[in-house]
């Protein structure tokens, strides 16, 4: 059983739309992360939350520690926001990461 | 600003051929990881260090060896190459364990192994 869920896993939007990439994890976590992966494999982290919510540009990304859920929000997306999106839960005990299996998001111009 | 460096970002080999690919960072970090990552699967860890001198496995260690004599370095060996282990591998690090820190990802390394 994977602890950190992903959905969807694929996702096509027309350029300005507004998305949503949903993750839920089965651990206790002291953070979550959202991870940009582009074509040619480059990771980049984007956010570090560990409650509420944060923004950055067009990004946002929350937060719910209750409901075990964070969501990554693109607002006006356009065609370089396509990218793989992933997000990975730090546990409270150990000192690793797991990661989700990822969405991947294409932006029709 | 280097970060984190992946060496090589291509390779093939044959299988029962060994190799290391080597990981640099230049921001003194002390966790250092190594995953791969396989169609349709999260990244996996294979081994990290949480400091010089210190490893320990991850989910996937098989076939797999680290050592971290210094803190910039953390070469990755794969003992005798199998076809299971063609995969893509990243290094990352961060200042200390993860739970709290960013952490910075190399560029990939994209290994097959035939």
């Known amino acids: 059983k994977n602890e950190v869920e992903q959905s969807p896993q694929n996702l096509t939007a027309q350029e300005g739309e507004f998305i949503t990439i949903n993750c839920s994890y089965s651990v206790g976590i002291s953070a979550l992360h959202w991870l940009q992966q582009h074509p040619g494999g480059g990771i980049v982290s984007l956010f570090m939350l560990s409650s509420g919510k944060k923004k950055h540009g067009r990004l946002i990304a929350t937060i719910n520690i209750q409901e075990k859920h964070s969501s990554l929000h693109i607002t006006a997306s356009h065609p370089r926001d396509s990218a793989v999106y992933i997000c990975?839960?730090?546990?409270?005990?150990?000192?690793?990461?797991?990661f989700g299996p990822g969405t991947r998001l294409s932006v029709l111009p | 600003n280097a970060g984190v460096t992946q060496t090589p970002k291509f390779q093939v080999l044959k299988t029962g051929q060994s190799m290391t690919l080597q990981c640099a960072q230049d921001?003194?970090?002390?966790?250092m990881s190594w995953y791969r990552q396989d169609p349709g699967m999260g990244l996996r860890l294979i081994h990290y260090s949480v400091g010089a001198g210190i490893t320990d496995q991850g989910e996937v260690p098989n076939g797999y060896n680290v050592s971290r004599s210094t803190t910039e370095d953390f070469p990755l060996r794969l003992l005798s190459a199998a076809p299971s282990q063609t995969s893509v591998y990243f290094c990352a690090s961060s200042p200390t364990a993860p739970p709290g820190n960013t952490i910075y990802f190399g560029e990939g390394s994209w290994l097959t192994v035939v």
């Open positions: 921001m003194n970090h002390e966790y």
């Open positions: 990975a839960a730090s546990d409270n005990y150990g000192q690793n990461f797991v």
